[in-house]
């Protein structure tokens, strides 16, 4: 979304405005080209952190947290005064004060639900992009409340697929399921990624193999890397994994094999030459609840070789990047006989030409502006 914005702020005629919400007020009223408009909540992220450790449906501890011997009291003081979520289905009331031309809005959830419906009160287009296969979810037309892992409605996800003006996919895989399971069409923008910025001199060394996630059980699925990099006991692996689940994380530290290193956070700068100091990229994932992952276009930029359990809308086969392993037994066989043979051999010029039609970051923003300049006329 930010790359998204910041590009279409540089190299279009449009004006570009990112609406957030903030624990406190921001001075800068713009970034990098892009207006800031920022609603300043101060109970947001403590109601969030709250709701992390106490189901309060059930009313069941998930995880001790020691404030909050002092934020439920709170909560419940400031609960008659809070302003309360509107309904999935109603407009966001902090929206109706600003008039864009377009609202754009990224994954299918009650937010982008709110503002959708938001722009339909004050009669402006609205444009949905997705942002995970999740979205397209076929258990939402089932008429009985489903389970989502970021606690999000059935009534918001449905009315957001189906109120948005357009909506855009980033894979020919959501557009078919789009078409397929809600009998929407939608424009294709693929991820982009500016591929120079990824592409840097690898030393000749013995490097680790990359894994890039989060602590979780059921989206990047660490603990599947612990059970390669057991299989593969002569390999050393760098794994980034943010934190998400403190229950996974807690349990996951517990067991860390010898030939991991763990490093919770890497700016988003120093990525570049983290790929560089890589032999390989790994990816867990779960095609079940990823949209398209840049990690894999990050990884193709840097000339760094895919292992990967999923292939995202057939990128491995059509780019050549790297390959398809349907085990992780299968991984740690390739991985090893690759690592004895000096490393995948990928031919990096049908890569380089792949991105280059397919995933450009220039390409993209004009095909996205062209999008966004049609609703706006129409």
Not at 12 to 41: K, Y
Not at 48 to 73: F, M, N, Q, S, Y
Not at 94 to 101: F, G, K, Q, S, V
Request: a neutral charge.
């Amino acid at each position: 979304m930010w790359t998204l914005a910041k590009r279409l702020a540089r190299r279009s005629s449009l004006r570009v405005a990112l609406l957030t919400t903030a624990p406190r007020p921001i001075m800068a009223q713009s970034l990098e080209g892009v207006a800031l408009w920022v609603h300043v909540d101060r109970w947001r992220t403590m109601r969030r952190e709250v709701g992390d450790a106490i189901d309060l449906t059930g009313w069941r501890l998930k995880r001790w947290d020691a404030r909050l011997l002092w934020r439920l009291p709170l909560l419940a003081l400031t609960r008659p005064w809070r302003p309360r979520d509107p309904s999935p289905t109603a407009a966001d009331p902090r929206l109706l004060p600003y008039r864009p031309r377009c609202w754009v809005v990224f994954g299918v959830s009650d937010d982008s639900a709110r503002a959708i419906a938001a722009a339909q009160q004050q009669g402006i287009p609205s444009l949905l992009f997705l942002q995970s296969n999740a979205d397209l979810d076929p258990a939402m037309l089932v008429n009985e409340p489903q389970g989502h892992p970021y606690g999000e409605s059935r009534e918001g996800r449905l009315f957001a697929l189906r109120q948005a003006d357009r909506i855009v996919c980033q894979t020919e895989w959501q557009q078919q399921q789009l078409r397929q399971r809600f009998g929407r069409r939608s424009d294709l923008v693929r991820n982009p990624i500016d591929a120079a910025r990824w592409r840097l001199p690898k030393p000749a060394t013995h490097l680790p193999a990359l894994w890039v996630g989060r602590f979780d059980d059921f989206h990047k699925r660490p603990g599947l890397l612990f059970e390669l990099a057991e299989r593969c006991p002569q390999l050393s692996f760098t794994m980034v994994c943010n934190r998400f689940d403190p229950l996974v994380e807690r349990r996951l530290r517990t067991r860390l094999p010898a030939n991991v290193e763990l490093i919770d956070y890497v700016p988003f700068s120093q990525m570049p030459g983290l790929f560089q100091q890589s032999s390989a990229f790994v990816s867990t994932g779960s095609s079940t609840h990823e949209g398209f992952p840049n990690v894999m276009l990050q990884a193709a930029a840097s000339h760094t070789p895919i292992y990967s359990l999923e292939d995202y809308d057939d990128f491995l086969h059509r780019s050549g990047a790297g390959v398809i392993c349907a085990t992780i037994a299968e991984m740690a066989e390739r991985l090893t006989a690759d690592a004895s043979q000096g490393g995948m051999s990928v031919d990096w010029g049908q890569v380089d030409d792949y991105l280059a039609t397919h995933h450009d970051e220039e390409h993209i923003t004009d095909r996205a502006a062209e999008i966004i300049t049609s609703l706006i006329d129409s």
